[in-house]
């Protein structure tokens, strides 16, 4: 017998929303039936991706968020549950980066990245959190899903971009840290490790010389797509991953091995 994901009646968060993978998460989740708040700083481009979700039948609504400014992050959960109803899912999905060496690190630097990496995905998810321990679980079972989009560069080293490895190897822990705190509120806390994807961000450097040395040392010497995520990404939102919990799962085709 076959199965299918089924979100109806489900509200999802997703920050970073404007672009790349946050985009193609909240398409998927809209597919799969879930109502969409699509949050970030450039929310014209939200306004875009909320015409296509509805063109194709679904809900979305749009949220101002910068995730390092603490009194933008309450106000746009709470507009968000007023737009959309309460939160049930949250994809903490906003992230940026640096390239350079550690040396060359400045301070500027480094609250540029910490900021948004783990002290923004931090606070959306606290947050967020605070408002469906408030609601409680009254069936007992799991029921609120918050899904921290980490790197397999936080479970694995990658030179050149040692502060983003940091930042996200701190995403890895944080997450364990909530799934034990917060499981016993019928929350399960997981994270997604993706591995290279193509994303318009990135899309230049894989044709670029360095992009394709890059290319040489992956294990089947190709980049993933966003799409390559969507199967994880619905089941951690589903009611299929009861059982799952404090999971830190690679999506990086082999990389990390």
């Known amino acids: 017998m076959g199965r299918s994901i089924n979100l109806e009646g489900k509200v999802a968060l997703v920050t ?10 909240a398409q998927i989740l809209s597919m799969a039936g879930a109502k969409v708040v699509l ?10 991706l909320r015409a296509e979700i ?14 390092t400014d603490h009194a933008s992050i309450k106000a746009a959960v709470a507009h968000a549950e007023t737009e959309a109803g309460t939160i049930d899912i949250l ?13 060359d690190v400045t301070p500027e630097d480094f609250e540029f990245v910490f900021d948004t990496n783990t002290r923004g995905a931090f606070f959306v998810a606290q947050e967020v959190a605070k408002r469906m321990i408030m609601r409680g679980n009254p069936n007992g079972k799991p029921t609120y899903r918050i899904i921290n989009i980490a790197s397999m ?14 930042s996200k190897a701190a995403v890895v ?18 994270a997604i490790c993706p591995g290279y994807i193509d994303t318009e961000i990135n899309h230049h450097h894989w044709s670029s010389e360095g992009g394709q040395k890059l290319l040489q040392m992956l294990p089947r010497k190709r980049v993933g797509a966003p799409e390559d995520l969507d199967g994880l990404l619905l089941l951690l ?5 009861q059982f799952i919990n404090g999971a830190v799962i690679s999506a990086d085709d082999g990389f990390g091995v």
């Open 237 to 241: 939102a589903s009611d299929d991953s």
């Open 54 to 67: 509805e063109a194709a039948g679904g809900a979305a609504h749009v949220v101002a968020l910068d995730v």
């Open 173 to 190: 822990h944080m997450t364990k840290a909530m799934a034990q705190e917060w499981g016993r509120h019928g929350i399960n806390v997981n």
């Open 39 to 48: 949050a970030s700083r450039r929310t014209e481009r939200l306004k875009e």
């Open 91 to 103: 994809v903490n999905n906003s992230g940026v980066s640096t390239t350079q060496r550690l040396v």
């Open 153 to 166: 560069a936080g479970l694995k080293v990658l030179p050149q971009i040692g502060l983003y490895s940091m």
């Open 16 to 25: 970073g929303a404007s672009s790349g993978l946050g985009k193609r998460f």
